[in-house]
């Protein structure tokens, strides 16, 4: 169990990493964050918490960035419950407003998620046919600095083609009600563990089961993308 002081800068250099995508220095987190202790102090910590399996340093950078480990400790540990503003959720509910039809209800809610979230996002909608998948925010999620990495670009091309032949299987995982996050490698289906991903299923009233998620980078928002799972779940349950 990491101590006190290490989760302080293990916080802050997924804060740091999530806003700029670079491995973050302890020259960095000296700048930009107050953690009230000496540079030795924070390059001693990092290296304790690169060593427990928290953080990476990549090829010969001075920087460290957040393992999946790393994240899993902050998203359970750390991270405060996030909900959306009032605004946001105004925007959100007028948008479903619009419409009653199902299908154009799914459509939306893959776009809003996309849009305020910056990744990519999905929802499948499944009575007794087969699932009908809407898809939103490629070029979002392909505009993120990861993907200048022409290799992780190509994983990720494949794993968006695998979810959509194979949707199936996502539904198998999720469970109603629940949201349920998984960071890289953890992810159950394999195919896709070169991705996070937030995801929901639902029990809508027409009887139909529906499922939301959110695709991204391990470098996402995961508070902001979670309260935006359960705001949408629940706007479409109560429809």
């Keep these: 169990m990491i101590n006190i002081r290490q989760q302080k800068i293990l916080a802050a250099v997924i804060k740091e990493h999530v806003d700029t995508a670079e491995p973050v220095s302890s020259g960095v987190l000296v700048k930009k964050c107050n953690l009230g202790v000496s540079p030795a102090t924070i390059r001693a ?131 109603d009600e629940t949201v349920g996050v998984y960071i890289g490698k953890e992810n159950p289906i394999k195919q896709m563990r070169g991705l996070s991903m937030i995801v929901s299923g639902q029990r809508l009233k027409s009887g139909s089961r529906g499922l939301i998620a959110i695709l991204g980078p391990q470098r996402m928002r995961y508070d902001r993308n979670i309260a935006l799972i359960e705001y949408i779940r629940n706007l479409l349950e109560g429809i």
């Design 45 to 175: 910590n990092m290296k304790e918490l690169e060593k427990e399996g928290y953080l990476f340093q990549p090829h010969t950078s001075a920087g460290r960035v957040p393992t999946d480990k790393g994240y899993r400790f902050f998203i359970d540990s750390l991270m405060r419950n996030r909900e959306l503003t009032i605004r946001e959720q105004d925007v959100l509910k007028q948008n479903f407003l619009r419409g009653k039809e199902l299908d154009y209800l799914m459509q939306k809610a893959a776009n809003l998620l996309a849009d305020l979230s910056s990744n990519f996002a999905i929802s499948s909608l499944i009575s007794l046919d087969e699932p009908e998948v809407f898809k939103a925010g490629i070029g979002r999620l392909l505009r993120e600095p990861e993907f200048g990495d022409l290799e992780y670009l190509s994983q990720t091309t494949q794993i968006l083609d695998y979810l959509d032949r194979n949707i199936e299987e996502l539904f198998d995982i999720v469970r």
